[in-house]
């Protein structure tokens, strides 16, 4: 059984350095190490997410996904959720929080009986599924606030719309021009694949 932890931060400047220094001590109190760390700047709406594809392809049937908050992995609409936990139970990976201390049980060589891991399996199942949904109606919730505050903003003639990162993009630019992939420019600049394209076809045109 290993533990691999997983990062995420939804853009680029976000700097996923003190969530992985949390999870080191958390793993250190338990007993245990982290064996491996997948960093993502996609969205948690989103399961397109090149990191979090590459961790479940790694992981061997057992091992623990370790994450410092429950909305760092969740944040999906629920048939996405669904999926995602299919992905999950075909190879018997459990998911750890901090936050969740009925995840904890994971790691632990329980003596346990069947029935007790049982029912503590079936709530920790319901306290993820819970924590997921709330997830996602924050998600919902802020993105709806947005919604209202550029059309508030349009009306007073004050939107300007979101501002590229200029230097960012000359970077990617850069890169691109030197024949490096989008995987390489990723993993060298923490942006996303969507950024990437977008700059690729703006030399085009």
């Not at 992985?20 to 250190?28: D, W």
């Not at 960093?39 to 994450?67: F, K, N, Q, W, Y």
């Not at 459990?94 to 503590?120: C, G, H, Q, R």
Request: hydrophobic share 40%; proline share 2%; net charge positive.
């Amino acid at each position: 059984m290993f533990l691999r932890a997983y990062l995420r931060a939804s853009t680029s400047e976000q700097n996923a350095e003190r969530a992985k220094q949390a999870l080191i001590s958390f793993a250190a109190d338990h007993e245990k190490r982290i064996a491996s760390f997948y960093v993502e700047h996609e969205s948690g709406a989103t399961l397109e997410r090149p990191e979090l594809m590459r961790l479940i392809s790694d992981a061997g049937e057992g091992d623990i996904i370790l994450v410092e908050q429950i909305d760092r992995l969740a944040r999906l609409k629920q048939s996405d959720w669904d999926t995602l936990k299919l992905l999950l139970a075909k190879k018997k990976l459990a998911i750890v929080s901090p936050e969740l201390p009925t995840s904890w049980i994971a790691m632990k060589s329980s003596d346990s009986t069947e029935f007790t891991s049982s029912i503590l399996q079936a709530v920790n199942g319901m306290l993820l599924d819970m924590l997921a949904a709330v997830a996602r109606k924050d998600y919902e919730d802020r993105r709806r606030r947005q919604r209202q505050g550029i059309e508030k903003a349009r009306q007073d003639g004050r939107y300007r719309g979101r501002q590229p990162n200029l230097e960012r993009h000359e970077q990617i630019r850069t890169l691109l021009n030197a024949g490096q992939s989008y995987s390489n420019i990723q993993k060298m600049l923490g942006c996303s694949r969507g950024l990437i394209a977008n700059v690729a076809l703006s030399r085009v045109n």
